[in-house]
């Protein structure tokens, strides 16, 4: 199951980012795997098998935990798609996924911020003369 696999990939590769940095930003965190396969199946027609969506949306929720913050970003028609690569051009798919309900809301409902970036911008500081402490995140914990 190829939604299994983007999930679970996406877990490692967080898990993995987790003890080099104060703060991970993620493109693409793990609620947006749930929410592209959900779109694809409106989009076929087709539901998913309950066990196996029961157990993407246990994963996904547990993972969410971790977050402390999360944006929707909601697609503008008016924009043309960048040509920096090969895109996929299917508008219906895109609206569909574009949903709220579809990618990163209803899936990461326990989030403390889940809101189209339009509406809410949150700045990050960083500071250059910081350097994280060796017990700031120990592997195999979940960030504070």
């Not at 993995?16 to 199946?41: F, I, M, N």
């Not at 017990?135 to 914990?141: E, K, L, M, S």
């Amino acid at each position: 199951m190829s939604t299994l696999w983007i999930i679970t990939r996406g877990i490692s590769n967080e898990v993995q980012a987790w003890p080099h940095g104060d703060v991970v930003l993620v493109d693409r965190a793990v609620p947006d795997a749930l929410g592209y396969y959900r779109a694809a199946l409106e989009y076929r027609g087709e539901t998913a098998d309950p066990d196996a969506w029961a157990y993407l949306e246990m994963l996904t929720r547990a993972h969410s935990d971790c977050y402390h913050l999360i944006f929707r970003t909601q697609l503008n028609p008016q924009i043309p798609l960048g040509t920096n690569k090969i895109r996929d051009g299917n508008q219906r798919f895109r609206a569909l996924a574009d949903q709220p309900g579809h990618v990163g809301s209803h899936e990461a409902d326990g989030l403390r911020h889940v809101a189209p970036w339009s509406i809410h911008l949150y700045r990050l500081h960083f500071h250059h003369d910081h350097k994280p402490s060796s017990d700031t995140q120990r592997p195999g914990t979940r960030p504070q």
